[in-house]
């Protein structure tokens, strides 16, 4: 089945700097990549996701890109801010099912 | 707009005793699923039902039963709770049982065995 990896685990950044978070999966079978994002005490919620047959996706301040070939897949957070700071999980799927595999998550904090 | 709904939020069983965690969607929904979340592991699913009427085994079923009591509800059921149970359990639910359709997550229920 498929295994998805997300480095690093922990991730610290100032107010208003750039924060990037890269997956890697395995299945090349892989088409849907979403990105979910979780506060304390929530449920996780889709923030965005990319589709095997684009490379980019923008969302204002939140981007995710694509690389097929290589599998992996990463998520941009630009001019972040306090709110920012959560639980981010990447998760892949194949075509033809819902399955998504998770990541372990990654812990954004982001610094006043 | 309530989405998706699970009860209880928070439990405390004894070690063999039984319980059931509802969840329903108010989407309209045809697939629900059931995840557990421990620290370190991400989301691992449990069971789901790609449709009214069927039910299917995920990453980790051992232990679960559940029931898909009408195109709402979606219940999970521990017939004989183990300490490994010990978790937070989310259900959720997507438009059909396929790639690319949004799954939406409910608030968690927080489960402890002991």
């Known amino acids: 089945g498929e295994n998805v990896e997300q480095h690093p685990s922990t991730l610290s950044v100032q107010e208003g700097d750039s924060a990037v978070i890269k997956c890697t999966y395995s299945?090349?079978?892989?088409?849907?990549f979403p990105w979910y994002k979780q506060e304390l005490g929530k449920g996780p919620q889709l923030i965005i996701d990319?589709?095997?047959?684009?490379g980019e996706k923008k969302d204002q301040r939140i981007a995710v890109t694509l690389n097929k070939t290589a599998k992996h897949f990463s998520l941009h957070i630009t001019e972040t801010q306090p709110e920012d700071s959560a639980v981010y999980f990447c998760?892949?799927?194949?075509?033809?099912?819902?399955?998504?595999?998770f990541g372990k998550g990654n812990q954004v904090v982001v610094i006043p | 707009n309530a989405g998706v709904t699970q009860t209880p939020k928070f439990q405390v069983l004894k070690t063999g005793q039984s319980m059931t965690l509802q969840c329903a969607q108010d989407?309209?929904?045809?697939?629900m699923y059931w995840y557990r979340q421990d620290p370190g592991m991400g989301l691992r699913l449990i069971y789901y039902?790609?449709?009214?009427?069927?039910?299917d085994k995920g990453e980790v079923p051992n232990g679960y039963n559940v029931s898909r009591l009408n195109k709402r509800e979606f219940s999970l059921r521990l017939e004989s709770a183990a300490p490994s149970q010990t978790s937070v359990y989310f259900c959720?639910?997507?438009?059909?049982?396929?790639?690319?359709?949004?799954?939406?997550f409910g608030e968690g229920s927080w489960l402890t065995v002991v």
């Open positions: 039902s790609a449709s009214e009427g069927t039910t």
């Open positions: 989407m309209n929904h045809n697939s």
């Open positions: 998760a892949a799927t194949p075509y033809g099912n819902n399955r998504l595999a």
């Open positions: 990319i589709r095997s047959n684009v």
């Open positions: 959720a639910s997507s438009e059909i049982q396929s790639s690319g359709n949004t799954i939406y």
């Open positions: 299945d090349s079978a892989s088409n849907y």
